[in-house]
């Protein structure tokens, strides 16, 4: 099992928000945003794992938190597949272990950014149990030639939250694009947000990210 940092809004939460971060960071960097969300009344867990140490191609071998190894510039082309599917993996054991502490599926949220973003569709989109949403930030889909023939169906209806900042040098935000065209082609509902920001948050889109949750887990 991963480790984690966990965050609870109030006693026996029966909800919970995997979130996962992005390349070279650790679980920690979206701990703040909790406080942030505006959320409702009910107890949530947050948990916010922190990846695997490994080699990072793209960054000289360095090796650092990532979920998957980048060969390349070009991330939807260079990605290791059998990274992505080794941590979208893990993160199934991150659900298991909310389903066993009280959270049913539909009460689990997925979200991340960038990397932790694409690991978070990946996962959700596979998941063999219909889940909350998925909010998926400065990102894309991974894999994406195969998820048509492994999406599973109790996920089809799953809300999806996208956003992506327009001056993004890291993912460029025609990726993003082509992404939730991808999804709406094959009947996903995502709700898309574009920000006058480069590859990273801001006020204005968490604002947004809680007002999302506020409707998948009132």
Excluded: K
Excluded at 56 to 75: E, K, Q
């Amino acid at each position: 099992m991963l480790d984690a940092i966990e965050i609870e809004t109030g006693p026996g939460p029966q909800a919970s928000v995997i979130w996962l971060h992005g390349l070279g960071a650790d679980g920690s960097d979206f701990e703040p945003v909790v406080g942030e969300l505006a959320l409702p009344a009910r107890p949530i867990r947050f948990v916010f794992p922190h990846a695997p140490m490994r080699p990072v191609t793209i960054n000289g071998g360095m090796v650092m938190r990532a979920w998957y190894d980048i060969l390349g510039n070009d991330v939807a082309r260079r990605e290791d597949a059998a990274g992505v599917r080794e941590s979208q993996r893990e993160v199934e054991a991150l659900i298991a272990r909310e389903r066993e502490r009280g959270a049913a599926a539909e009460h689990i949220v997925l979200a991340g950014f960038s990397q932790g973003g694409a690991i978070a569709l990946q996962t959700a989109l596979r998941h063999p149990e219909r889940l909350a949403g998925v909010v998926a930030l400065s990102t894309y889909v991974p894999i994406a030639d195969s998820l048509a023939a492994e999406a599973h169906a109790a996920n089809r209806a799953t809300p999806i939250f996208m956003a992506h900042g327009v001056h993004d040098p890291i993912v460029p935000a025609a990726l993003g694009r082509r992404s939730r065209d991808l999804l709406a082609s094959l009947g996903y509902t995502v709700e898309w947000h574009e920000y006058a920001m480069p590859h990273a948050v801001c006020a204005e889109e968490i604002d947004h990210v809680g007002a999302w949750l506020r409707g998948v887990l009132a």
